[in-house]
């Protein structure tokens, strides 16, 4: 059984789509050492198993082609630099993110020929419409996201519900130990109420102008920490923060290998965002022992069962403020149910029966 994981993005982008690739291939290879595994990236340098496939990079043609067809051109170019490989190696499972790259390589097994299986991760989350036919097989990440899938017709053998893992040995209450010593690589005070935020520095989806308002109206004014991929929005999100929260914020974009750090430094954390795939930052929130504030949803309410959380209307102005400053006077650290549903250590056996199953698949068709 040869697996290919595949992240265009990996190796240049911080989000979750790149990072779950990231961590989901060293921990296979940790829990896993004989799996014949092998990472495809569109960034960073080449490595023991890991290739990097040449394309073209989204930031050099978006100002000529626009964003969305720049991001086409990239997938599809990943694509092309792709196929041969699979061909060549003989793998028998692609494992993706990218419903366009996906797509892209759909079209080429159906024309060049392939045996190998399309196993789609939907972590947009795209709805059914996009993926039910351009794929072997889809992992679900959530229980809603699941019976949706199975609502729209897609029939249950080819579908998979497996969520995004977390390393729980990075991601633990111990992180807190390097809280003095992160807080001073920052610039921030040892003493100050620290929120945190982990997502692409954007208003559009991450809606961080929502979370520098809301904490810009608390009493004694925290500090915000942002943490992700910077977009084209993030300059006027910078002024924003200089204007409410001045000398009160920080936007970093760490490697995700020291975002746990972070965690460490801070003293609650909030995601702005009203729908997610599987939100990967609010889950290692949730196992560096932090008190959490979401959007009050199916999926958020799902995925955080078991931690201490707060939901709120995230659209509506004063709930997200009122529910830190609940947050902040104390809460209780639980850690054991939501250790068995997100760890890496609980789901790599789920990854490995998932891969197992879609290889049996492979074999029957063959």
Avoid at 51 to 61: A, H, K, M, S
Avoid at 116 to 126: E, I, T, V
Avoid at 250 to 256: A, N
Wanted: charge should be positive; aromatic fraction near 10%.
């Amino acid at each position: 059984m040869k697996i290919a994981l595949v992240s265009t993005g990996l190796g240049r982008v911080l989000r979750g789509f790149e990072s779950f690739t990231g961590s989901l291939f060293q921990n296979l290879k940790l829990q896993k050492p004989d799996l014949d595994v092998t990472l495809f990236q569109g960034g960073g340098k080449p490595g023991v198993k890991t290739v990097v496939i040449p394309n073209l990079y989204r930031d050099l043609t978006k100002r000529r082609f626009g964003k969305y067809r720049a991001g086409l051109m990239e997938q599809r170019s990943f694509a092309l630099g792709l196929y041969p490989l699979l061909r060549k190696g003989k793998f028998d499972i692609v494992h993706y993110n990218e419903l366009c790259m996906g797509s892209a390589l759909f079209h080429l097994r159906r024309i060049f020929g392939g045996s190998f299986r399309l196993l789609y991760c939907n972590g947009a989350p795209s709805p059914p419409l996009h993926y039910h036919h351009r794929c072997d097989f889809a992992q679900m990440l959530t229980a809603p996201m699941y019976e949706e899938a199975l609502l729209f017709g897609i029939a249950p053998t080819r579908l998979f519900f497996v969520p995004y893992g977390v390393d729980s040995h990075r991601f633990s209450p111990a992180v807190r130990s390097l809280r003095m010593e992160t807080r001073k690589q920052l610039g921030i005070p040892e003493d100050a109420i620290v929120v945190l935020t982990v997502a692409a520095l954007s208003r559009s989806h991450k809606r961080i102008d929502h979370v520098i308002r809301e904490l810009s109206t608390m009493p004694g004014t925290p500090w915000l920490l942002a943490a992700g991929q910077k977009t084209e929005e993030t300059d006027s999100l910078e002024l924003e923060a200089n204007r409410l929260l001045p000398s009160r914020w920080k936007f970093v974009s760490w490697p995700h290998s020291q975002v746990h750090r972070l965690y460490g430094a801070s003293d609650a954390f909030v995601l702005g965002s009203l729908t997610e795939g599987l939100p990967i930052s609010s889950i290692e929130a949730m196992f560096s022992g932090l008190p959490l504030v979401l959007h009050n949803a199916p999926l958020f309410r799902w995925a955080a069962e078991g931690a201490p959380v707060w939901h709120v209307n995230m659209s509506e102005r004063g709930e997200l403020r009122q529910a830190v400053q609940q947050a902040l006077k104390g809460y209780e650290t639980k850690l054991e149910e939501p250790l068995k549903r997100f760890s890496w250590d609980a789901l790599i056996p789920e990854y490995i029966r998932m891969y197992e199953q879609v290889a049996v698949a492979n074999s029957i068709a063959a």
